[in-house]
T-cell receptor, first 112, second 113 residues
Framework: EAQVTQNPRYLITVTGKKLTVTCSQN?????MSWYRQDPGLGLRQIYY???????DKGDVPEGYKVSRKEKRNFPLILESPSPNQTSLYFC???????????FGSGTRLTVV | AQSVTQPDIHITVSEGASLELRCNYS??????LFWYVQSPGQGLQLLLK??????LVQGIKGFEAEFKRSQSSFNLRKPSVHWSDAAEYFC???????????FGTGTRLKVLA
């Protein structure tokens, strides 16, 4: 089944403890992206990747890192999480420009 | 800066009634335009997209959208709503030459039995 898989689905962590949210797609898509969703703000793009080893900042990149060492994987790294990063995170992939996204099921992160 | 506006935060319709969800995009060349649906606890699912050609676009689940350049709008419609359509709907844009997608803030649809 074609899909984007995120793990974990739920995560509660403490301020400052480094964490990684994994994202993997099995559709050979070139383009991948991370979003956070907050009430009243819609989805905001954190980082995106056009292909392996090519990444760029979205609208809200502060406090996040990404890497794209393989085409299928695009992990999101929070080096020192803070409470304002409590949010619902989505990974998404697309075959190329202009095509719509396939979204993962989301990761609900709580930083206390 | 380019933007997408969904003026209605909440909409309530009766089952079987018609539906129109509004989406306006800001200035610039015609972007790629999308509608997504998010059911509770789920990720977003693509309903339909538009870039060029026929301005009336058909999507999945019986939805359609019409692009109107003169009004900078891309409204989503459905002739007869089903209870299972209750969800949040997002309009999005992507401009040529960029990799950035911009989402609206969403419209939450409630369907009355």
């Amino acid at each position: 089944e074609a899909q984007v898989t995120q793990n974990p689905r739920y995560l509660i962590t403490v301020t400052g403890k480094k964490l990684t949210v994994t994202c993997s797609q099995n559709m050979n898509h070139e383009y991948m992206s991370w979003y956070r969703q907050d009430p009243g703000l819609g989805l905001r793009q954190i980082y995106y990747s056009m292909n392996v080893e090519v990444t760029d900042k979205g609208d809200v990149p502060e406090g996040y890192k990404v890497s794209r060492k393989e085409k299928r994987n695009f992990p999101l790294i929070l080096e020192s999480p803070s409470p304002n990063q409590t949010s619902l995170y989505f990974c998404a992939s697309s075959p190329r420009q202009g095509y719509g996204y396939t979204f993962g099921s989301g990761t609900r992160l709580t930083v206390v | 800066a380019q933007s997408v506006t969904q003026p209605d935060i909440h909409i309530t319709v009766s089952e079987g009634a018609s539906l129109e969800l509004r989406c306006n995009y800001s200035y610039g060349a015609t972007p790629y335009l999308f509608w997504y649906v998010q059911s509770p606890g789920q990720g977003l699912q693509l309903l339909l997209k538009y870039f060029s050609g026929d301005t009336l676009v058909q999507g999945i689940k019986g939805f359609e959208a019409e692009f109107k350049r003169s009004q900078s709008s891309f409204n989503l419609r459905k002739p007869s709503v089903h209870w299972s359509d209750a969800a949040e709907y997002f309009c999005a844009r992507k401009d040529l030459g960029t990799y950035k997608y911009i989402f609206g803030t969403g419209t939450r649809l409630k369907v009355l039995a």
